[in-house]
């Protein structure tokens, strides 16, 4: 038979945060009355440890065998709490969090009222503490190696870094080439290292390590499991160079054949990067229309081979305007790309070399040079003889061979005609255009900007909703080379946790389906975003696999039959509550 | 007169704006006067308020043509041109308004247009619709919308009521009725569509215009409403909340009309273009290019039913100005400029426009705008270059073509 319930409550104060609106010493006297309850006291702050103790102290003297924290939200302390429990030997579902911080005295300002909140919230979490069953905590075995998704620079460093951590990478890459869009580059800022001096010896190691097995002109196309035992299905398709095209006797490449492998690994990095803005979406600059209007990419290959001929006149005047499908809320690119204003200063600063005579304008809204030594490389190429002038090129006309650029200048407040024989449009990234089908196979969300959306945005940068899926590089926003290598090796070493411990923790809290109940309709299945439940095609009733139910409860309630049941918010504890909110 | 800042800045959404410069830069008004928007958005975000002094000071504020460039580029989503409308309104309000603009509301106010004309002879544009001799076959009848049909056709009010753009409705109707369409029009009943009204800020009277057109509209049942001008278009569609009823610029309509095979050119052999062209039967021998009004292109993103009826009509080869679609360059007829001069008297953006279009070699300069028709081929004419330049709405080269085939009947002259 159960043991009685023997509860503990704890309110907490959280300095004046909450005892400022909420009167704690009366919630305590209240709590200490409730059914079940055998102790409840008020302190500064709960989760210090002297309030860890002082709740240790009391399960292990008063027997408790429950135990309510009435303090902020779970999603910040119920871990604190449910380990100081374990470390008595209470089994860490039977804590049990009220929120009475953000859900009432952050939000009230009525003191009287928001004590009776607060007094309310406690009753229903003790009623449901009273109806708590312990669940066992699980683990399973982790499949050492890591899939790398995309072969650009944060691929390359991250599967680098795992591989030298000794496991096995799988880097998948979807073009003929190692490099991304750095290969593109010419060279980096604010240091004007060479990039093919950069990402050679770097494709070269990847190449050679006995860990990594790159996959050329591959693509990811299905993902199943979860985190430490993941399986990643790939297709490879070999291009047959050999065809030639008979009426243009031009060499084409056709899809010949293609293969298709299936990778065990524990987890996975997504480094698939960014497309580039096409300016043809803006009809108002030109582009496409003028042959003296051209990207800064055509400008990175132009500086590359040293070469500013072959325009409608000798290159006198260049212009650079900034922000082109960046910052643009009409476009649906509100965001700043980062880059932009940096490789505008560098493209500049080689133009005067190569062409000493001729002027050199930046046109900008805003200069954001916000990198190390990126100032100082702004200062250093305005003192070139680079000008900046403030105000957005609204748009581009032509004037015999020339161009006029058609704007304000903002500074001087009046509107201008600038010619120029030569216009680089700073063009942002944008989130590839096949962004959604690799978000479908993995079950990545997206932030509104349509780039990968990482857990949180300061304290968990490289991690995703999904566990065991990890971000680096341009795909999850716009970065640079620098900030790309640092977010890959974030995202190596979090791959890695998984893999040096060889096993992962999975939630407890999760559903189960009472097979006598189950009509096997399939509803669960249909409503479940995880993937977790499947028919059984034998028995025709529906088995949810633990490791992938994340607890979300939508099959339980979805159930028609109410087969399903979702451990630790069952019905009979969320009707407590409901009743000892409700007075019922 | 007082006006505190903040609640329009907070209406209009301008704390959004970065200052950037791209509406400034894009207004075609801007080069030719004093008007700067963004730094009247600056005003309003730094100043408390602006007093009467501000305003007088200020009188660049009518020089705005309504061509919503500004409200195009901008990158932040924040309406320019709307602070003007807003600003136009206070000085409605307070009644300090230049005289013509005055004028034209007073017009519209008692005789349902600008000009004041009586509103008994808003129907008079239909004498002469089957041609002053009687020749040709079809029959040209404009029934009453009130008798039931399927397209409302909306007249407005140059339409209407200007000799040289009533030329542009004749052969519009002359081109439904040999498309066999069901259109029927709302007679000396029909009211200004107050698009321009509201933009000189007359809110009140924008309102009520709505609100009455809006009923006799519903009243009629039509599905489809149709316009001569794209200023009446702008406001249907955007403004009017006509739930129900598809609001198309005629220029839409009658590239349906012949994309669906109801209106067509059946071009029987062409002689060779003779001199000049034009003259030899067949086609219609002309290099022509096409001017896109602001309340079609930019506005309302209408750049291609345009171009698909030229490239349609037989013998028509169209050239394009380098500033089009996007940036076509605003004749500056809009936003009550066609009742009010403006600051500056000397530079017409319009001289800049012919000046474009005789350039691409162009013997028809085309338009889709009745204020376009007027501010155009009023340029052509101060310019010198009507010997080889000459205006034409897109409907009159559709009446020329379908004369030469004999299903229409050329009875307007045709200037030039």
Redesign the interface.
């Known amino acids: 038979m159960e043991p009685q319930p023997r509860i503990g409550v704890y309110i907490c104060h959280c300095g004046t945060n909450i005892a400022a609106n909420v009167d704690v010493e009366q919630v305590a006297e209240f709590a200490a009355i409730l059914p079940g309850v055998v102790v409840a006291r008020d302190y500064l702050y709960m989760c210090s440890d002297p309030g860890q103790a002082l709740i240790q102290q009391d399960i292990e003297e008063q027997g408790l065998n429950r135990v309510v924290v009435a303090s902020c939200s779970p999603r910040m302390h119920e871990p604190t709490f449910r380990a100081a429990a374990q470390q008595t030997g209470l089994n860490p579902y039977l804590v049990e969090m009220a929120n009475i911080r953000e859900q009432c005295s952050w939000v009230h300002t009525d003191r009287e009222g928001a004590t009776e909140k607060a007094k309310l919230l406690v009753a229903s979490v003790v009623a449901k503490a009273a109806l708590l069953e312990p669940l066992e905590e699980r683990e399973v075995e982790v499949t050492p190696g890591a899939v790398v998704i995309g072969g650009g620079v944060a691929g390359i460093i991250a599967a680098l870094d795992v591989a030298s951590a000794g496991f096995p990478v799988y880097l998948v890459e979807k073009s003929d080439h190692l490099g991304g869009r750095v290969a593109d580059l010419n060279r980096t800022f604010p240091t004007l290292e060479s990039v093919a001096e950069l990402l050679g010896p770097l494709v070269e190691r990847v190449q050679a390590h006995p860990n990594v097995t790159i996959f050329l002109k591959t693509q990811v196309t299905g993902v199943e499991g979860y985190v430490g035992n993941f399986e990643v299905a790939v297709d490879s398709r070999r291009v047959n160079e050999e065809r030639v095209n008979e009426e243009g006797g031009m060499s084409s490449s056709t899809y010949s054949s293609s293969t298709s492998s299936t990778l065990a690994v524990g987890s996975i990095i997504v480094a698939t990067g960014y497309d580039v803005f096409d300016p043809h979406r803006k009809?108002?600059l030109g582009y496409g229309q003028y042959p003296n209007v051209i990207t800064s990419l055509e400008m990175e290959r132009r500086l590359a081979a040293g070469d500013l001929t072959g325009f409608p006149k000798p290159v006198r005047s260049v212009v650079f305007i900034q922000?082109v499908g960046s910052?643009?809320?009409?476009?649906g690119n509100p965001y700043c790309s980062r880059v932009c204003c940096m490789y505008t200063a560098k493209q500049s600063r080689l133009v005067r070399e190569l062409l000493p005579e001729a002027d050199v304008t930046v046109f900008f809204?805003?200069v954001r040079a916000f990198g190390k030594g990126a100032e100082e490389f702004y200062d250093e190429v305005r003192a070139k003889g680079v000008l900046y002038r403030?105000?957005?090129?609204?748009?581009i006309?032509?004037r015999g061979d020339r161009v006029v650029l058609?704007?304000?200048?903002?500074l001087l407040?009046?509107?201008?005609?600038f010619e120029a024989d030569l216009v680089v449009l700073a063009v942002g990234m944008e989130p590839r255009s096949d962004v959604s089908d690799l978000s479908t196979l993995l079950k990545l969300p997206r932030s509104s900007d349509g780039f990968f959306l990482e857990l949180h945005p300061k304290l968990r940068p490289v991690d995703t909703a999904v566990d065991g899926v990890f971000l680096a590089g341009c795909c999850q926003g716009p970065k640079d080379i620098t900030d790309t290598v640092a977010q890959a090796k974030a995202a190596a070493s979090s791959a890695l946790i998984p893999l040096l411990r060889g096993t992962v923790p999975v939630e407890s809290a999760t559903a189960v389906v009472d097979e006598e109940w189950c009509a096997g309709c399939g509803m669960c299945v249909e409503v479940c975003p995880y993937g977790a439940p499947a028919l059984d095609p034998f028995w025709g009733v529906s088995r949810i696999n633990a490791v992938l139910c994340k607890g979300c409860g939508a099959c339980a309630t979805t159930c028609p039959s109410k087969a399903i049941r979702l451990q630790h918010f069952t019905p009979e504890q969320i009707m407590a509550q409901v009743d000892a909110l409700v007075g019922g | 007169m007082a006006l505190k800042t903040e609640r329009i800045a907070e209406q209009l959404e301008l704390f959004?704006c970065?200052?950037?410069?791209?509406?400034?830069?894009?207004?075609p008004v801007?080069?030719k006067t004093v008007l700067?928007i963004?730094?009247m958005i600056y005003h309003m975000l730094v100043e408390p308020e602006l007093d009467a002094v501000f305003f007088k000071a200020h009188q660049e504020l009518w020089d705005c043509t309504c061509c919503f460039?500004c409200v195009e580029?901008?990158?932040?989503?924040v309406r320019p041109a709307d602070l003007i409308i807003e600003l136009r309104g206070q000085m409605v309000e307070s009644g300090r308004i230049p005289e013509t603009i005055g004028a034209a509301l007073m017009g519209v106010f008692r005789q349902g247009n600008p000009t004041g004309i009586a509103r008994e002879d808003r129907a008079a544009w239909t004498n002469g619709v089957n041609g002053v001799n009687g020749c040709g076959r079809a029959k040209v009848k404009v029934k009453a919308a009130q008798e039931g049909c399927e397209v409302l056709y909306f007249v407005g009010c140059s339409p209407a009521y200007d000799p040289r753009v009533q030329v542009v409705t004749r052969a519009l109707v002359r081109a439904f009725a040999a498309a066999g369409l069901d259109f029927g029009t709302l007679g000396t009943e029909e009211s200004c569509c107050g698009n321009e009204v509201r933009r000189m800020g007359e809110v009140g009277l924008f309102e009520m215009l709505v609100e009455e057109n809006g009923e006799l509209f519903r009243g009629v049942g039509a599905s489809r409403l149709v316009t001569t001008s794209p200023h009446c278009f702008n406001t249907f569609k955007n403004e009017y909340g006509l739930d129900g009823i598809e609001v198309l610029h005629y220029t839409q309509l009658v590239a349906e009309l012949i994309e669906q095979g109801q209106l067509e050119f059946s071009a029987p052999p062409l002689p060779p273009p003779a001199a000049g062209g034009g003259g030899g039967g067949g086609g219609v021998e002309k290099m022509v290019t096409y001017h896109d009004p602001c309340f079609l292109g930019k506005q309302n993103h209408i750049f291609d039913e345009p171009r698909a009826i030229l490239k349609a009509i037989p013998g028509v080869k169209l050239v394009e100005m380098?500033?089009s679609?996007?940036?076509s360059l605003c004749c500056e007829g809009g936003g009550g400029r066609m009742w009010a001069e403006g600051t500056n008297l000397e530079e017409r953006l319009a001289f800049q426009r012919v000046h474009e279009a005789a350039e691409t070699g162009a013997e028809i300069l085309a338009v889709a705008c009745p204020f376009c028709l007027l501010t155009l081929e009023d340029a052509v004419k101060v310019q010198g270059l009507d010997d080889r330049l000459q205006v034409m709405d897109i409907m009159e080269l559709v009446d020329l073509a379908l004369t030469k085939h004999g299903l229409g009947e050329l009875t307007d002259q045709i200037p030039g």
């Open positions: 009809p108002e922000c910052r643009d809320v009409q476009l809204m805003d403030r105000g957005s090129i609204s748009e006309i032509r058609i704007g304000e200048d903002t407040g009046r509107p201008i005609d | 959004g970065i200052q950037c410069g791209k509406c400034t830069g894009g207004c801007a080069r700067n963004r730094s460039t580029r901008c990158p932040k989503d380098d500033r679609r996007e940036r």
